[in-house]
């Protein structure tokens, strides 16, 4: 009798222990998924994990938690030398998906690993793909031997009758080749005769792109002060080698809070109105640099304006506030 209790309660344990561990796995594996698919609240990547000249990039991903007010995702492109060659603003759907399309080419002019960045507020992410389409080294091939001509016995050369002589044919002058002035335009423009314009395009008129506090305080891409902040950019700081480093640091710091201020002005009137008040100034100043061409006057005129602006906008208002308090000492 106390045998077959002792089998009973073993076969019991057994039984228990094979139908524990028959659900446990499924278990496990449904927690992991799901803890999978939590790990990135915002995401960003590339159809393609490589392109070549003249094809589209199509970049898009996922936001997880939408903010309570409309903000877009800003979306950049640098290439491997560090230079920032594309940047967009895209609003994210209801369900936080978004998307944006360029064509490979352009200001992509070196072949490599070219970097995403996306920003959702204080979020960040990055993504790489590979371009296949820039500038590379020229093979030139290895001459090949040839073997030397075998000698050959001269035929006796029979009488002919000397024909006329036919007058030489009269050299054409070619003509000389066109030079035309390469001109390094930004993202969003295009060189037309040496002059940086803006490519007018339907996706360029309603995606955001180049400066983007000003685009928002103006209302447009197309607005003249936007339009000589960027000929300023494309005509006289990218074509000399101190003005291509001033942006490509000051791009590092002005996109990293641009986008949060051009969103504060979409939400708020009465802000865009103090923003666009603060850049009349600035404006002004600028407008100096539209006579810089060589590299000693972008650096000279450069210094000037950077000057100009310390003093409108820090010089002069501590020189106030110091007078104001040695007034409201003085009444005392």
Sequence with gaps: MKMKVSRFITFALLSITILSFGLTSPVNAQ??????????????STEL?????????IISGFVKDLAEFAQSVTVMIVSPNGNMVFIDQVSPNSSGDYSTTLKAGGTMVNSGEYEIRAQ????????TFLYTGGSAPT???EPVATPEPVAT????????ATPEPTPEPVATPEPEPVVQQMVNCGPGTESVNGVCQVIQTEESSEEGGGCLIATATYGSELAPQVQM?????DNQLMNTES???????FNEAYYSFSPIIADMERESPVFKEIVKAGLTPMLSTLAIMESAETESEVLGLGLSVIALN???YIAAPALIAMKVNQQIKSRK
Excluded: C, H, W
């Design 31 to 44: 927690s992991q998924t799901v803890q999978d698919g939590l790990t990135l609240p915002l995401s960003v």
């Design 229 to 233: 902040l960027r000929e300023i950019r």
């Design 120 to 127: 959702y507020g204080a979020q960040k992410i990055t993504s």
């Design 310 to 312: 310390l003093g409108m």
């Design 153 to 160: 016995p001269e035929p006796t050369p029979e009488p002919v």
């Design 139 to 141: 093979v030139v091939p």
């Design 49 to 57: 994990p490589t392109y070549s000249n003249g094809d589209s990039i």
């Design 243 to 249: 003005g291509s480093a001033f942006m490509t640091t």
